[in-house]
């Protein structure tokens, strides 16, 4: 979570993240403007007029860097990425490797993109952002709905299969829905949890769920049945960081994902559907929790494992045939 947010277009670093009871509560995204296929909102989808700002680090960018990828969108949609520290002033364009610099508004700190997007603006600062050239300002930044837009208003430039089928569409939702609280959200509202309560609480409903989708997936090879949808793509970037970070970081620590057979195999499978690795930058993530969140790790120190090798046979087409 950022140290810090911006009020009234001000940055201002003493606000932390919200919390009720020692519940870890996330706020609610801002820009939620539409890109559309036929340009009725106001927003065409065209070549060359958006651009995607993301850290390697954040889940919820995570989704939408493969969402591009796999779409091949990449020639349509620029990208610019974050460092993977996030200190006193939020995200920022450090010099790192994997830092991709601001070429569309010249930004040092993606505060600057929302300042310029908005003036007056009060809220966090977080990725991911799709910008719009034209305009010059923000179109949305909820993962969710940028991945749909990514999936299904850009066909004409993309390439990739379609993630959301139309008859899929309602079991798509419901499981992005489904696994959100208690897996995607519950492992910041367990390592976000400031009293013991709030944290047992979070835990046990994270591990309940993955041992739920243990279940299901010991029968089909994907959330939804037998081809990979955006609901694949919405849980993949919490399972990958899930041993390497939460595990120990956020002290979701009842098993590990190695430790669930058809997870751990659903994962590597994800895991090496073409271009999938490259957008899995885990120096990024492990620097980006272990040196960014000090209240919970004061030393800074960024462990050197655990070893994962998610390139191991998966076995995972036995459930397709």
């Known amino acids: 979570m950022a140290p810090g947010m911006m009020v009234e277009g001000e940055w201002k670093t003493e606000r932390q993240w919200r919390s009720e009871n020692g519940r870890f509560v996330r706020s609610t995204t801002s820009f939620r403007d539409w890109v559309t296929a036929d340009g009725s909102s106001g927003f065409p989808a065209e070549a060359g007029r958006y651009h995607l700002y993301i850290a390697w680090a954040c889940p919820w960018a995570h989704r939408t860097a493969i969402l591009r990828k796999l779409k091949g969108l ?23 490797p994997g830092v991709i610099p601001d070429t569309v508004n010249g930004a040092h700190y993606l505060r600057e993109v929302y300042a310029k997007a908005d003036p007056e603006y009060t809220g966090r600062v977080t990725t991911p952002v799709l910008w719009d050239k034209a305009s010059g300002t923000i179109v949305n930044n909820e993962s969710r709905e940028i991945i749909r837009m990514l999936d299904t208003e850009f066909d004409e430039l993309a390439s990739g299969p379609d993630y959301c089928p139309e008859d899929l569409r309602d079991k798509i939702d419901e499981t992005i829905s489904a696994i959100y609280e208690p897996i995607n959200n519950g492992v910041y509202r367990s ?33 939804c049945g037998d081809r990979i949808t955006e609901a694949d793509w919405c849980m993949f970037p919490t399972l990958v960081r899930f041993d390497a970070v939460y595990h120990g970081h956020f002290k979701c620590n009842l098993q590990r994902i190695v430790d669930y057979p058809n997870l751990w195999g659903y994962l590597r499978d994800l ?41 191991e046979p998966h076995g995972r087409d036995r459930l397709s045939r």
């Open 74 to 96: 990449e020639e349509a949609i620029s990208l610019s990425a974050v460092g993977s520290f996030m200190g006193d002033e939020g995200w920022a364009f450090h010099d790192e």
């Open 271 to 311: 895991y090496q559907q073409p271009g999938v690795a490259e957008t899995a930058n885990m120096e990024h993530i492990k620097k980006h929790y272990y040196r960014s969140h000090e209240s919970i790790n004061p030393t800074r120190i960024v462990p050197k494992g655990p070893i994962l090798d998610f390139t």
């Open 191 to 223: 390592g976000f949890a400031t009293s013991q309560e709030a944290y047992e609480e979070a835990v046990t409903e994270l591990f309940d769920a993955l041992d739920h989708w243990e279940g299901v997936l010991s029968t089909r090879r994907y959330l």
